[in-house]
Structures are given as structure tokens and as C-alpha cells.
């Protein structure tokens, strides 16, 4: 049998349908079951209505990664901007400089240090230096911005840094420093003389050197020149000291120094030979630097004149340096000096002379001086020595002239002014 509700095949005898649940004694005539089929089969079912295919999952997830896609480039185009902002910020602190302004001075007596190595060391640029001037500044114009990268120190021989004031507000893009130093009591003084004998254009060894204390007729310190003509002094006591250079053949040389806690100095000294009789003199140009000069000798009488360049007879020996140390000289011998001869004594800026120019002679070092037999005494010395007090603009300067054995100013009035005249127009 089965049930006429939904057509489920049931047993004999069965009350409700397992399928549907309906009752089947309750007014459900059992029905043949082959009957049922058969009607079923001949029954024309209405067809069912056409479902419409749903969207495409596909479509849906493709909209939705073209809206992330505009949101990731969105969040990109953010990001490259803020990259730059940045990098344009970094590139401008880095690319920033600021002026230094430097002065180095001694802490304990407020004196202006000259030659202080200053030292700024950046993490970004490494490390720019500085050195200061005669009034103890120095300046670094185009220093990277310092940031809190920066770190100062200064240095000078025998020196010690004690503190360093840094003043930023001193006016827009500019730092004014302030650094103090204090001699290093720990090192001794030292003085260095160097000899050289004028004639040889060479260093004097075994030349004697001592420096004799105020009122004392013993030296206080004697060394002796080595092959390089370097005497060197050490572990010196401060004071004021004349110092006696001495070797057999030459005028004995003599000058002052002063010996200071900390401090290192040199000096040059040129040994003349000894003149040979009172009739000759030596005539000795130095000067310090790099500058080139000449010394000439004018005869007043006989209207010419005498350098190492021409060299004529009567000129004697005239020994040139090559300028190549931090003192240059010449020398000349002259004859006759007692026999009522003038000779005018002039120092050249060789080449300001030749070109008709101004001079540019410094007057540091530049020394004319005359040994030979004092008429009065007949010691053999330097009787004459005449400094440039002045820098010089003209190319010509006559500092003296010998008469007669002895040394005069150049303003004599028996002596001719022969600056300007044609005989500069053969210097060689």
C-alpha cells in the first residue's frame, strides 16, 4: 500500500506515513501500490520555474580588489611623499653650515695665543682645523651644522687645554668660541742656536756657544755646536741671558734672549771671518723670510758700484745664500777702507729696481752690519749695525756708508743720494 499524501510505499497495516506523517486510517483508503505508480507516472508534473544563475563570485572579488588596489597605491603615493618630505628635511640640516668664530688666549694672564691648532671633528664632515692669527683668532666659514655631533679641543707646544666656551647665540649662523689654554709646566725651556759661517756658506761646528746671566762674567750654560751647526739647550732656568758665540777665525757674536717657562725658540747666527788688516771691512746683509735681496757696495769715487751679480776685482769675495733656510745673507769684503775711499752701502730689492717698481722689503731681520778694525782701538769687531725699522717701499735702501775706517748714517752730506740714479739699471 501506499500513502495517497505523498505516495511513500508503506506496509500492511501501517497507521501513519513515515514519510509525510499523515494519517492512513483516517479516511486514506489504502490504494494498490503498482495502481500508484501508475497514475504517477501518467501524471504530467508542471515544470519547474527557471532559477536565474547567481552573480558570479568572480565578479564580486574583482571589484573588491580593484578597491584595495586604489587603497594600497593611495597609501603608497602617502608614503613616497612623506619619504621625500623627510628627505628633502635630512638633506637641508645636512647640507646647513654655519660660521666658527675662534680666540684662543691663556687663561691665566688673558694674553692672545698665536699658532693654536683648533679642532672641530663632526660625525658627518670629520674633522676641519684652524689656526690662529697674532691676535689669537681664527675663523672656519662654511662649517656643517654641528648639531650634538660636534665635539672642540685646541692644541699648542707647550700648552694644555683648560676649558672651551661655546656661545650659539651670538648672532644667525654663526658661533663665537672662546678657548683657554695654560702652559704645561712639566716641560723644561729649550733654545736652539744655529751657526753659520758666512764665508763657507756652510754650518760652523764646534762653535762655542754660551749664555751668561745678568752681571756674571761665567756662563750659566755652555754647549757646543754639532756637524749641523746645532747647538741645543735644555732644562734652561727663566731670565734674561746674553748669549756669547765663539770660534777660533771668526768676530765673536753676541746678542740677548729671554727664556720663558714652556717656551721653545731658535735663533741664527752668521759668523764673519776675522778681517785680515785694518784696511779691509766685511759688509753683512741678513734678512728673514722668503724675500730676495742684494747687498751693494757704491764706490763714491770711482761712480760704480759692487754686487755679487757682476763681482768686479775690486769687490773682493762675495759669498750669496740661496735663501733656502729661515735666514738669508750676503757678504762682502771690502779693501781700502782706511785709504779715504766712500763706499755707500745700499741693500736692492733686486727685481722692484729692474722694473722700476715699488718694494715690497719687509723690515723683519733686515740687518746691515760692518766688522772690521776699529780705527780707535784696533779691536776686530762689528763697529756698525743698522735694523730696518721699517718696511721698505722703495727698491733702493742706504742704510750707511765707511770713510775713512768708520761707519756712518747715509744722511751725510758729503755722500751722493744715489737712489734713482742709472746705475740700478745694471743690476743683473
Not at 143 to 148: C, I, K, L, Q, V
Not at 405 to 424: C, F
Request: with cysteine; net charge negative.
Amino acid at each position: 500500500m501506499v500513502c495517497e499524501r505523498c505516495g511513500a510505499k508503506l506496509a500492511e497495516g501501517t497507521k501513519f506515513c513515515y514519510k509525510c506523517g499523515s494519517r492512513v486510517g483516517n479516511g486514506l483508503a489504502a490504494v494498490d501500490v503498482d495502481a500508484v505508480e501508475g497514475n504517477i507516472k501518467k501524471e504530467e508534473r508542471p515544470a519547474a520555474a527557471p532559477v536565474a544563475p547567481a552573480a558570479p563570485v568572480q565578479n564580486t572579488f574583482t571589484e573588491n580588489k580593484k578597491a584595495d588596489s586604489k587603497l594600497f597605491i593611495a597609501a603608497g603615493a602617502v608614503c613616497v611623499i612623506l619619504l621625500i618630505c623627510a628627505g628633502i628635511f635630512i638633506f637641508s640640516r645636512m647640507n646647513k653650515t654655519v660660521e666658527l668664530k675662534i680666540h684662543a688666549m691663556d687663561s691665566e694672564t688673558g694674553e692672545d695665543l698665536e699658532g693654536v691648532l683648533f679642532e672641530a671633528q663632526n660625525t658627518r664632515s670629520g674633522s676641519i682645523t684652524a689656526v690662529t692669527d697674532a691676535e689669537g683668532n681664527a675663523v672656519i666659514e662654511e662649517f656643517p651644522s654641528p648639531g650634538r655631533s660636534v665635539s672642540y679641543s685646541v692644541s699648542k707646544d707647550f700648552y694644555i687645554q683648560d676649558d672651551i666656551t661655546v656661545n650659539k647665540k651670538s648672532g644667525k649662523g654663526s658661533i663665537e668660541i672662546v678657548a683657554g689654554l695654560v702652559r704645561d709646566k712639566s716641560i723644561t725651556c729649550t733654545y736652539t742656536v744655529n751657526v753659520q759661517a758666512a764665508n763657507m756658506n756652510a754650518p760652523a761646528a764646534d762653535a762655542e756657544v754660551s749664555l751668561y746671566a745678568p752681571d756674571s762674567e761665567e756662563p750659566a750654560y755652555t754647549v757646543k755646536t754639532d756637524g749641523s751647526g746645532r747647538a741645543f739647550f735644555e732644562d734652561i732656568d727663566n731670565g734674561d741671558y746674553k748669549a756669547v758665540c765663539r770660534t777660533d777665525g771668526y768676530t765673536t757674536e753676541t746678542w740677548q734672549v729671554k727664556i720663558e717657562d714652556g717656551t721653545s725658540s731658535e735663533y741664527d747666527c752668521i759668523m764673519v771671518p776675522e778681517t785680515a788688516d785694518a784696511g779691509c771691512a766685511y759688509v753683512l746683509l741678513t734678512w728673514k723670510g722668503a724675500q730676495d735681496l742684494d747687498l751693494c757696495v757704491a764706490d763714491n769715487l770711482n761712480r760704480d758700484f759692487l754686487m755679487a751679480s757682476n763681482n768686479p776685482s775690486r769687490s773682493g769675495s762675495f759669498i750669496h745664500s740661496d735663501n733656502d733656510g729661515s735666514t738669508g745673507y750676503e757678504l762682502v769684503m771690502l779693501y781700502g777702507v782706511a785709504s779715504g775711499a766712500v763706499d755707500s752701502i745700499f741693500v736692492v730689492d733686486t727685481e722692484a729696481a729692474k722694473n722700476r717698481q715699488s718694494s715690497t722689503m719687509e723690515a723683519d731681520g733686515v740687518t746691515v752690519k760692518v766688522y772690521g778694525t776699529d780705527p780707535e782701538t784696533g779691536e776686530k769687531k762689528a763697529f756698525y749695525s743698522q735694523d730696518a725699522l721699517a718696511e721698505k717701499t722703495s727698491p733702493v735702501w742706504s742704510p750707511c756708508y765707511i770713510y775713512l775706517g768708520k761707519a756712518y748714517e747715509s744722511d751725510h752730506p758729503y755722500i751722493d743720494n744715489l737712489e734713482g740714479q742709472e746705475w740700478v739699471d745694471g743690476i743683473k
